[in-house]
């Protein structure tokens, strides 16, 4: 897997102070998407232990409420694998910060891969452009679900994320 860039004490695309990793690939190609330079799976560089080594790093600061993977798209199909691994290991060793994660798929599209298990919040959906609204909390157009995940598996219903 590659990525992009590694981003510290995010605000914008999760709950609280969040450490976001944006991995290279996506084959959804919205229309004005926020980041295209992260479409092409090759470009970018090699998300390696160095790279793994700078978000622990942030995920050791007490402040730091969790990770969000976003690109890009982290469940690009060659990205599946590698942050499937990532994700398990985060969660055995940082089992008190949460895991959002922005995908373009649907959550009917990707609910059943095995380490969804690990993620706690899963943004779903293309951007749309017809429907963005800068007011919609963590995502950029209204389509898009922010979705409880642990409660959309134990129900088998689509929960939202309630922050409240
Ligand atoms: S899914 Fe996200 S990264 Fe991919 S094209 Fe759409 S907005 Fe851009």
Not at 49 to 59: D, G, P, S
Not at 82 to 87: H, K, L, R
Not at 125 to 151: C, P
Request: glycine share 6%; hydrophobic share 35%.
């Amino acid at each position: 897997m590659k990525f992009h860039n590694i981003t510290k004490d995010d605000m914008l695309n999760g709950e609280g102070l969040r450490v976001v990793l944006w991995v290279s690939g996506c084959t959804h190609h919205c229309k004005d998407c926020h980041n295209p330079i992260t479409w092409d799976i090759d470009s970018g560089v090699d998300f390696d232990e160095n790279a793994k080594a700078e978000i622990f790093e942030q995920l050791d600061k007490d402040y730091i409420n969790g990770i969000t993977l976003s690109g890009g798209d982290p469940l690009h199909p060659c990205n599946i694998w590698d942050i499937g691994n990532f994700v398990e290991e985060i969660k055995s060793k940082y089992p008190n910060k949460t895991i959002w994660l922005y995908t373009g798929f649907l959550w009917e599209e990707v609910r059943r891969l095995p380490f969804m298990q690990y993620i706690d919040v899963l943004v779903d959906g293309k951007f749309i452009l017809e429907l963005k609204n800068v007011k919609y909390h963590w995502a950029g157009s209204t389509n898009q679900r922010v979705i409880d995940v642990k409660k959309s598996l134990d129900t088998s219903e689509v929960v939202l994320y309630d922050n409240k």
